[in-house]
């Protein structure tokens, strides 16, 4: 079976703080991928990154960075520097090798950034 | 390109009311899934479809009905809505990408209330 855990449930910090959001898979494949989402208040869902199994390199844009560590089937997300516009509610997804496209979801963590 | 749309936005429907949630792309992309968003859970997957004709059951797929006559349409009918099913529910549209992952296209959302 396929899941996904976001532990962190809420989170709150102060602007210009650094906030990491974590995410633990499981999963019998040895093809996967790996997804993070944002949804802000307006209640779009917002593709942020990709990354897929047999690749874990740390990947850096702008104020996001993402560490995959497949010995501890984690997939953490990084926020340096918070901005109020960072405020949303983050999704942790997986879909396995022959997922025809499903996507398995964390149950999110609702990050809220103070001014 | 406009692609996934959702219709209607909002709905409010009572117990034992059915009614039909409209989702098209534009994209010709084969794989269509609905997914219903609950406080707390994540996306959960009701049912998914890889191609015209041919739908499957998700996670959730209890008191919902799918077909896909064609690429473009994917409509999920509540056949007796049940104040259960009171959700967000989201359309997504997807391709196999290079690399063998499935980018994920998601439609803005329709928020249903069931009294």
């Known amino acids: 079976a396929q899941k996904v855990t976001q532990a962190q449930t809420e989170i709150s910090v102060v602007e210009k703080e650094d906030v990491t959001l974590d995410c633990v898979y499981e999963?019998?494949?040895?093809?996967?991928?790996l997804f993070w989402y944002k949804q802000p208040p307006s209640g779009e869902l917002v593709f942020l990154i990709r990354?897929?199994?047999?690749?874990?390199q740390n990947e850096i844009s702008g104020r996001y960075s993402w560490n995959f560590q497949k010995s501890t089937s984690s997939f953490n997300f990084t926020i340096t520097a918070s901005q109020v516009v960072d405020s949303a509610v983050y999704f942790c997804?997986?879909?396995?090798?022959?997922?025809?496209?499903?996507?398995?979801f964390g149950q999110g963590t609702t990050l809220q950034v103070k001014p | 390109n406009a692609g996934v749309t959702q219709t209607p936005k909002f709905q409010v429907l009572k117990t034992g009311q059915s009614m039909t949630l409209q989702c098209a792309q534009d994209?010709?992309?084969?794989?269509m899934s609905w997914y219903r968003q609950d406080p707390g859970m994540g996306l959960r997957l009701i049912h998914y479809?890889?191609?015209?004709?041919?739908?499957d059951q998700g996670e959730v797929p209890n008191g919902y009905n799918v077909s896909r006559s064609t690429t473009e349409d994917f409509p999920l009918r509540l056949l007796s809505a049940a104040p259960s099913q009171t959700s967000v529910y989201f359309c997504?549209?997807?391709?196999?990408?290079?690399?063998?992952?499935?980018?994920?296209?998601f439609g803005p959302g329709t928020r249903l209330t069931v009294t």
């Open positions: 997504a549209s997807s391709y196999r990408a290079s690399g063998g992952a499935y980018e994920q296209y």
């Open positions: 994209m010709n992309h084969e794989y």
């Open positions: 997804a997986l879909s396995g090798s022959s997922n025809t496209g499903k996507l398995i």
């Open positions: 990354r897929n199994s047999f690749d874990e």
């Open positions: 479809s890889v191609g015209a004709g041919i739908t």
């Open positions: 999963t019998r494949d040895t093809t996967y991928y």
